[in-house]
């Protein structure tokens, strides 16, 4: 059964940090690309930083220089470092895995985690 769990949200102020992780099981996750996804109230999905199975990361415009996006393959773990926290980042964050199978994308998501930043 695959699970995965995100933890690490909660409340700070403009300026602030925060931590988010990321724990999957039941799947190889190194073979998986990795995504943060957030979404904030009556806005569209956002896709915040993303790392391949390869290694490779990118991350968003909007959070380039404060977000940095990490995974550790033996541990199955993918973590969020965030800095300078602004109010607009405050939103649902989601813990997102995917990987073409025959053509077919195979996907899973966590359940969320909060991020609150108020000004």
């Known amino acids: 059964q695959v699970q995965v769990v995100e933890s690490g949200g909660g409340s700070v102020q403009a300026g602030g940090s925060l931590r988010l992780s990321c724990a999957a099981s039941?799947?190889?996750?190194?073979?998986?690309?990795v995504d943060w996804i957030r979404q904030a109230p009556g806005k569209e999905r956002e896709l915040v930083a993303s790392?391949?199975?390869?290694?490779?990361?990118n991350v968003a415009d909007s959070v380039k220089g404060r977000f940095t996006i990490s995974r550790d393959n033996d541990k199955n773990t993918l973590d969020l470092q965030m800095t300078g926290l602004k109010p607009e980042d405050t939103a649902v964050y989601y813990c997102?895995?995917?990987?073409?199978?025959?053509?077919?994308?195979?996907?899973?998501w966590g359940q969320g985690t909060q991020v609150t930043v108020s000004s």
């Open positions: 997102h895995l995917g990987r073409m199978i025959l053509g077919h994308l195979r996907e899973y």
């Open positions: 039941g799947i190889i996750f190194s073979l998986y690309n």
């Open positions: 790392i391949t199975s390869r290694d490779i990361a």
